[in-house]
């Protein structure tokens, strides 16, 4: 039976290209910091192309642009983090990735395609709750997509739904509500559910900002050993340093208003354990040092 669910299960959402992280290309722009081990030699070209992109939106008395020209790559199997303060337009450039806000500049391209519209291919996770259908149970919520998309019949929608409510701890709720679990639990069933459309992108909106300082930690780990196994493509976002350095394998800063890459740096040297560390504070503080330096020197 479990032979028959790893075939359901299929191959990962993203292949994963050997050793502990997916080849990274060297860095190309300005302000790129590395930290930990060196990262190993660029091999293929990238998944996701982030190119040149400006994002704008309407208020009652003006035009805002939330992006000024970000570029970025992200290759198969990375946790590519976007870091920054409110305002840099992190999560509007997640929201432009998923296919909902089209660019006023530049391109977005999947597997060298341009991305126009939403797609199966990137599925997002919301920080909110209220994200699962409340008149569907654990199992039917992830078995939603695989059927609204006509991906898979019923059958197998729900043998694919428990393998992946297996992966997260979460087969012995398939059959309770969402009312019926914590912030945490919910977390999991939509983390879940995004995976069981095997995405070539999983896109992650501070997911665990709304949790509590020990569920959100153990939910970082449960994350990083989900992916050890699964090696999914993930883009998240967060505003957190800390987060971004344990999660993300390799960080963009963003600076506010409107969002621009400030730089890139590779964090795959860092994991839970690194927390309190001296190399990993100091790290913490240059970052910190670089989002801030222009409100810093502002009279």
Same mark, same amino acid.
């Given at each position: 039976?479990?032979?028959?669910?790893?075939?359901?299960?299929?191959?990962?959402?993203?292949?994963?290209?050997?050793?502990?992280?997916?080849?990274?290309?060297?860095?190309?722009?300005?302000?790129?910091?590395?930290?930990? #081990?060196?990262?190993?030699?660029?091999?293929?070209?990238?998944?996701?192309?982030?190119?040149?992109?400006?994002?704008?939106?309407?208020?009652?008395? !003006?035009?805002?642009?939330?992006?000024?020209?970000?570029?970025?790559?992200?290759?198969?199997? &990375?946790?590519?983090? %976007?870091?920054?303060?409110?305002?840099?337009?992190?999560?509007?450039?997640?929201?432009?990735?998923?296919?909902?806000?089209?660019?006023?500049?530049?391109?977005?391209?999947? &597997?060298?395609?341009?991305?126009?519209?939403?797609?199966?291919?990137?599925?997002?996770?919301?920080?909110?709750? &209220?994200?699962?259908?409340?008149?569907?149970?654990?199992?039917?919520?992830?078995?939603?997509?695989?059927?609204?998309?006509?991906? +898979?019949? !019923?059958?197998?929608?729900?043998?694919?739904?428990?393998?992946?409510?297996?992966?997260?701890?979460?087969?012995?709720?398939? #059959?309770?509500?969402?009312?019926? +679990?914590?912030?945490?639990?919910?977390?999991?069933?939509?983390?879940?559910?995004?995976?069981?459309?095997?995405?070539?992108?999983?896109?992650?909106?501070?997911?665990?900002?709304?949790?509590?300082? %020990?569920?959100?930690?153990?939910?970082?780990?449960?994350?990083?050993? +989900?992916?050890?196994?699964?090696?999914?493509?993930?883009?998240?976002?967060?505003?957190?340093? *800390?987060?971004?350095?344990?999660?993300?394998?390799?960080?963009?800063?963003?600076?506010?208003?409107?969002?621009?890459?400030?730089?890139?740096?590779?964090?795959?040297?860092?994991? +839970?354990?690194?927390? @309190? @560390?001296?190399?990993?504070?100091?790290?913490?503080?240059?970052?910190?040092?670089?989002?801030? *330096?222009?409100?810093?020197?502002?009279?």
């Amino acid at each position: 039976m479990l032979s028959r669910l790893e075939r359901l299960a299929g191959p990962p959402a993203a292949a994963f290209l050997g050793g502990s992280v997916a080849p990274q290309r060297p860095a190309r722009r300005r302000g790129v910091v590395a930290t930990g #081990d060196a990262a190993p030699p660029y091999v293929h070209e990238a998944l996701l192309q982030v190119d040149n992109v400006s994002l704008e939106y309407r208020t009652p008395e !003006r035009v805002v642009r939330a992006t000024h020209r970000v570029s970025f790559d992200v290759h198969a199997a &990375d946790r590519f983090v %976007l870091l920054g303060p409110s305002g840099c337009g992190k999560s509007t450039l997640l929201k432009a990735v998923a296919g909902f806000i089209p660019p006023v500049e530049g391109e977005i391209r999947l &597997d060298g395609r341009r991305v126009s519209q939403p797609g199966p291919d990137r599925i997002v996770v919301f920080q909110e709750f &209220d994200q699962l259908p409340p008149w569907k149970t654990v199992k039917q919520n992830v078995m939603f997509p695989l059927l609204a998309s006509r991906t +898979l019949g !019923r059958k197998e929608a729900a043998e694919r739904a428990l393998h992946y409510l297996d992966k997260v701890g979460l087969s012995k709720f398939a #059959d309770v509500h969402p009312h019926q +679990l914590s912030g945490g639990m919910k977390q999991r069933v939509a983390i879940a559910r995004a995976l069981a459309m095997q995405p070539r992108v999983l896109l992650m909106d501070e997911p665990f900002a709304a949790l509590d300082a %020990l569920t959100r930690r153990r939910m970082q780990q449960e994350l990083l050993e +989900l992916w050890d196994e699964v090696r999914f493509t993930l883009l998240f976002v967060t505003h957190s340093i *800390e987060e971004a350095l344990v999660v993300g394998n390799r960080v963009a800063l963003l600076s506010p208003h409107p969002g621009r890459m400030r730089a890139e740096l590779n964090s795959h040297g860092y994991s +839970l354990d690194s927390l @309190g @560390g001296a190399d990993f504070q100091a790290t913490a503080r240059r970052i910190h040092d670089m989002l801030f *330096e222009e409100e810093q020197g502002t009279p």
